[in-house]
């Protein structure tokens, strides 16, 4: 938790005993007068937060995670598990689950983006079973995580994962002075555990623990236990690819496989450490250079096969895939295999090698053994079949730039390797290449990561196992049954997420769409859906069900103007509306519990509703697409003609969806088409709000001078400008409405607070300026839900202010400083304040620069005796700054105890706070 923030409590309270008599005010609130009464300090300071022990007002659960895979080759894996890399953390889920939330847990260490995660196992005294894992990150570090025996129930958490599982670093290995960029793993059942990294550094790495390994103080990792055996330098090169393996015939002796920049692909064999030398350490010595690819090796896998041969596959940026057979020499090269023609041996004899390895000096041959031609483009990824039971299935899963996944197979008939199944795209479209695939446990499952983050799943057969059913063999022959006769491999829905930082997030009314801008230049919406014949809540899981903006410029903030409504601002001087199509209508009748209301989808100015929208090639904005458009042709000659999707990015097709959207669907389907714009900002806007009402939009843009420093006023019923509030000198960071639209408050780089109020023509006027409100920059503000005018301040100095109306020394009616927080741990950088009937209490949740979370409790906004509610678990914070936090709006109007929050990390979440 976070370090205590009291100070040592007097005799003299300051939030009960004053030296002169309370002040109050009665006040027009737009709800009828009301005597409010505001207790202060008689210097105007406010008092610290009273101290009380942390998490005894509520548990909090997890309900939805959204977040992109990184965007790096490896960055991916899955064995029992999936994990991959989201940012600088690991998350860890079931893809083929669909009962629960597919997220597990996170894991949250490194401080830096993770580049790349492999699972390893690790001796149970039973046998080897996958409860490790390895992830490198651009911080230079590695870090080896380990499943530990006994479960441990965190204090404050709820939900699935939690009570049954804990991961904690066992090791973080460091000594990288550069982004490691490739780590594997092994460890045997009596040998070594060895953890392999490659770096940005040009090295090389081998760390091992266990036998045959002398223990290492900790210089190097933080951990002891493993110690660094070498460190292999590449000179002006890299190693972009590593794997690792144990020879045939020798289970004890590991193997190295290391692609680089270099076209060659090393091959590297332990040898134990030599008895004659004092302090010797085990190493890699490389016994072989595989030559052959054109270009860049960024991709390794081996597989022992049921004959006994180790095989090794290499992917490369020049397309191919070329599989190398490692076996026991038995004579002259080519014997001990399958039969090879003269024409072929003499093609493939330079590529073979042979080398002696393990104690006994066992002689090995290296052979070429095939060559897989049939991507398009740069080849990032090889994995081959998960073992079924003691039998290896010869299947090879390859991921390509060329946006597609190929199995491959040999042919039953001849033995050559052909392509036996194609998934993905042809042709050009939004998603721009595949960076890794990867088979479930069972085989039954493909699922691949691509260039924007997205995950995409296919699936053969049955995609899950019986409950309780379904061995090895049925799966077994499924694949075969795919890969072999050809069938069809259907796509599933699979996780979504941004995948640069994420800017702002907005619940639409209802409470049943939260809307999310980030960096990666999409707005998402992401709804709860209930599973098909499920109608508990605990049978619903969230899912992304439109894409509603694709734009060409960063993302920074969005506002929910009205049901089917919402205003954007990015890195330009425009601010853009849009509405939902009929697509997006029918979408939420279908998928979600939320009903629109038919007086609602009536288009823009009274007009028909367009069916979709489409993005033009050289243009940003989305373009409406009309009923009459999809069946339009326009002729212009006997041999020419043209339709009306020539042009476009993302031709819309009309398509009715009875499950979640897929990442195609989502990507060509669910634009809303813009229908204005905003001209008036000399920079690029920095955010936005709207009235409660919804007849008044508010934006802001960077400013250095007074002149661009003013908010801008919009009509939302003509979308005209009405007014520009001036006021401050820098730019306004965020601007709040009160509940009931009469006032308008503003934080500023300026470090000062501005007050307006609604004047009778709709238009605000400046009332009050505080200028030094803070120290620092003013981050966020939010308005009390009730209780009067009474707001809040939460900024880079680390401390959170609230602002109560009162009267001055003559009378005027003023905001002035009522109490505040204390000096925090972290600056301040996301703010909501919201009231809760469960815990009948107001509640003030709090974002932190570092990524941490924080809930505060006060029974009653006059007394202002704030007192920490809950202190979220370090795991199931964010891991860089908070940007947004947004409390839900219930369906009675009333507010949830679930409250979304977004991140520079690239993730959003939405939280449940179970208040005892």
């Keep these: ?44 300071e406010a008092g610290p937060m009273l101290a009380a022990p942390q998490n005894q007002g509520a548990e909090v659960e997890l309900l939805a995670h959204f977040a992109g895979c990184n965007r790096t080759p490896g960055s991916a894996d899955w064995a029992s598990t999936l994990a991959y890399a989201a940012g600088s953390s690991v998350v860890l889920c079931d893809p083929e689950n669909p009962a629960e939330s597919p997220v597990e847990h996170l894991l949250v260490g490194h401080t830096d983006r993770v580049n790349c995660v492999k699972w390893f196992s690790l001796p149970d005294g039973r046998g080897l079973v996958d409860t490790a894992l390895v992830s490198g990150s651009t911080d230079n570090n590695v870090r080896v995580w380990r499943l530990q025996d006994s479960a441990r129930r965190v204090s404050g958490v ?76 590449f000179n002006s090169g890299f190693a972009l690819a590593v794997a690792l393996s144990t020879l045939p015939k020798d289970p004890e002796t ?22 004659a030398v004092a302090d010797a350490l085990p190493g890699f010595v490389r016994v072989a250079t595989l030559a052959g690819h054109q270009d860049w090796v960024r991709t390794l896998a081996f597989a022992t096969f049921d004959s006994g041969e180790l095989m090794l596959a290499s992917g490369a940026q020049d397309m191919y895939i070329r599989l190398w057979q490692i076996e026991v020499s038995k004579g002259a090269k080519g014997d001990g295999g399958a039969p090879v023609s003269v024409f072929r041996r003499k093609a493939l004899d330079e590529f073979d090698s042979d080398f002696a390895a393990g104690p006994s000096a066992t002689k090995y041959s290296v052979r070429l053994d095939s060559l897989l031609m049939g991507h398009d483009n740069w080849v990032y990824s090889v994995r081959w079949h998960p073992r079924i039971g003691e039998s290896q299935p010869p299947v090879l899963l390859s991921a390509s730039m060329d946006r597609t996944l190929m199995l491959w197979t040999p042919d039953v008939s001849s033995g050559v390797w052909i392509d036996a199944a194609r998934m993905g795209e042809a042709g050009g ?25 997205a995950f995409y799943m296919w699936a053969c057969g049955t995609p899950t196992p019986p409950e309780g059913g379904g061995d090895a063999s049925e799966a077994a022959a499924d694949v075969a049954s795919a890969v072999q ?100 209508v029918d979408a939420v009748k279908t998928l979600t519990p939320c009903r629109i209301d038919k007086e609602a989808v009536g288009g823009a100015s009274g007009g028909p509703r367009p069916v979709g929208a489409s993005i ?41 969806l009875k499950a979640p959207p897929l990442e195609t669907h989502l990507v060509q389907n669910t634009l809303w088409p813009e229908t204005r714009k905003l001209y008036g900002h000399g920079f690029e806007v920095v955010s936005l709000s709207v009235s409660h009402s919804g007849d008044v939009l508010l934006s802001t843009c960077k400013a250095t001078t007074p002149e661009h420093a003013v908010i801008r006023v919009w009509s939302t019923q003509n979308w005209q400008q009405v007014d520009a509030l001036e006021g401050h000198k820098l730019t306004v960071t965020r601007t709040a409405f009160s509940p009931s639209d009469e006032w308008v408050v503003s934080g500023s780089r300026d ?38 005018p009474v707001f809040v301040t939460g900024s880079r100095d680390k401390m959170v202010k609230f602002w109560s109306l009162t009267s001055d020394d003559t009378g005027r009616a003023q905001f002035a400083l009522t109490t505040k927080l204390g000096k925090l741990a972290e600056s301040v950088t996301a703010l909501d304040w919201a009231f809760s ?80």
Excluded at 32 to 39: A, I, K, Q, S, T
Excluded at 254 to 275: F, M, N, S
Excluded at 512 to 518: G, H, P, Q, V
Excluded at 620 to 627: D, E, G, I, T
């Design 158 to 233: 709820k939900g699935r994962g939690v009570a049954r599982a804990e991961w904690t670093p066992e090791a973080v290995l460091k000594g990288h002075t550069g982004a490691v960029t490739c780590v594997d793993a092994l460890c045997g059942n009596k040998g070594p555990t060895v953890v392999c990294s490659g770096s940005a550094d040009g090295t090389l790495k081998v760390w091992a623990t266990g036998a045959g390994v002398p223990p290492q103080p900790a210089g190097g990792v933080e951990v002891p236990g493993y110690t660094l055996l070498q460190t292999e330098s």
């Design 429 to 453: 479209t939004y998603t721009n290449g595949l960076f890794g695939g990867l088979f479930s446990p069972t085989g039954r499952t493909t699922l691949a990561h691509g260039f924007h983050g």
């Design 1 to 44: 938790g976070l370090p205590p923030r009291t100070r040592p409590q007097s005799s003299r309270d300051p939030h009960t005993q004053h030296t002169r008599p309370k002040r109050c005010l009665r006040l027009k609130c737009g709800l009828g007068d009301r005597l409010v009464r505001y207790p202060m300090a008689a210097s105007g």
């Design 485 to 584: 006769v050809g069938k069809r491999w259907t796509p599933q829905v699979a996780m979504t997420g941004h995948f640069q930082e994420l800017r702002d997030l907005a619940w639409d009314a209802t409470g049943n769409a939260l809307f999310t801008a980030s960096d990666d230049q999409t707005v998402r919406i992401y709804s709860p859906c209930p599973r098909h014949g499920a109608s508990q809540a605990s049978s619903v899981r969230w899912h992304e069900i439109a894409r509603p903006q694709i734009h060409g410029y960063d993302l920074r903030c969005l506002a929910i103007v009205g049901p089917l409504t919402f205003a954007t601002g990015a890195d330009e001087k425009i601010v853009r509306v849009f509405e939902a199509p009929l697509a997006y």
């Design 837 to 916: 009937k469960r815990a009948n209490a107001n509640l003030l949740a709090v974002g932190f620069d570092n990524g941490r979370l924080e809930v505060f409790s006060s029974q009653s906004v006059p007394d202002m005796r704030w007192l920490p509610f809950h202190t979220f678990p370090a795991h199931l914070c964010h891991t860089s700054t908070v940007c947004r936090l947004r409390w839900r709006p219930a369906s009675d109007g009333e507010v949830a105890d679930d409250i979304a929050s977004s991140s520079a990390d690239g993730s959003a979440r939405v939280f449940r706070l179970h208040c005892k």
């Design 616 to 656: 033009p090639a050289l243009g940003l904005s989305n373009k409406a697409v009309f009923p009459e458009d999809l069946s339009k042709q326009l002729v212009s000659g006997a041999n020419d003609s043209t339709t009306f999707n020539e042009g476009v990015v993302l031709p819309f097709e009309q398509v009715e």
């Design 254 to 275: 590991a193997v190295l496989a290391v692609g680089g920049d270099d076209c060659v692909v090393r091959i590297y064999t332990l040898r134990e450490a030599d008895p």
């Design 751 to 788: 470090r000062q607070i501005c007050v307006f109020l609604r004047q009778d023509r709709g238009t605000y006027l400046l009332h009050q300026t505080v200028p030094k409100a803070h120290d620092r920059i003013i981050w966020d503000l939010a308005w009390a839900p009730s209780d009067g």
